[in-house]
């Protein structure tokens, strides 16, 4: 029995998504026929699949993020690291999970403004706050495990 397709589509804030992701987005909309979109202002390869999109923006600040939200509709799953995105991705009644395993919520997403915003501040007064950590097996880890729980929920719907 083939799988059952789910109604909602995949969003991918693309330029910044480590390729590790992609490939699991990738293998995602294949076996479940789900459509996954890779957004980004430069060209994308992706491999030949009926379910899988790129769509490249215009370059500039926040293009990409703002093709992202007006494209999605409600239900939907962005995959993303950027909080801003996030908030309005959740606000247009979107879900928001970032690369690393994380959902951002209603109940969290001030806060990650909060600390994004202090981190700026921060960076903006001269302090070496460094980078984030790099991408870790375990991150691979989270990220494949809450996006296949999301699905399975989303299919029972």
């Known amino acids: 029995m ?10 991918v804030d693309a330029d910044a998504c480590p390729n590790v992701v992609k490939e699991i987005l ?6 479940l026929q789900i459509v996954v979109v890779l957004v980004a202002n430069k060209l ?13 923006v215009p370059s500039g600040f926040d293009v990409a ?3 992202i939200v007006r ?4 239900g939907d799953l962005v ?12 606000e247009k009644g979107g879900k928001a999970l970032n ?6 919520t209603k109940d969290n997403i001030q806060q990650h403004l909060t600390m994004r915003s202090f981190m700026d501040e921060l960076r903006g007064s001269g302090v070496e706050t460094g980078g984030p950590a790099a991408f870790s097996q375990s991150d691979r880890h989270l990220f494949a495990s809450q996006l296949d729980q999301f699905l399975q929920k989303s299919r029972k719907r």
């Not at 995959?79 to 959740?90: G, R």
């Open 44 to 56: 994308l390869r992706v491999p030949p699949s009926r379910f899988i999109k790129a769509v490249q």
């Open 65 to 67: 993020d703002r093709e």
């Open 99 to 104: 690369p690393r395993g994380e959902f951002y």
């Open 79 to 90: 995959i993303t690291a950027d909080i801003p995105l996030a908030a309005d991705v959740l």
């Open 2 to 11: 083939p799988p059952q397709p789910v109604a909602i589509q995949i969003w």
């Open 26 to 31: 990738f293998r995602v909309a294949d076996r």
């Open 71 to 74: 494209l999605l509709q409600t």
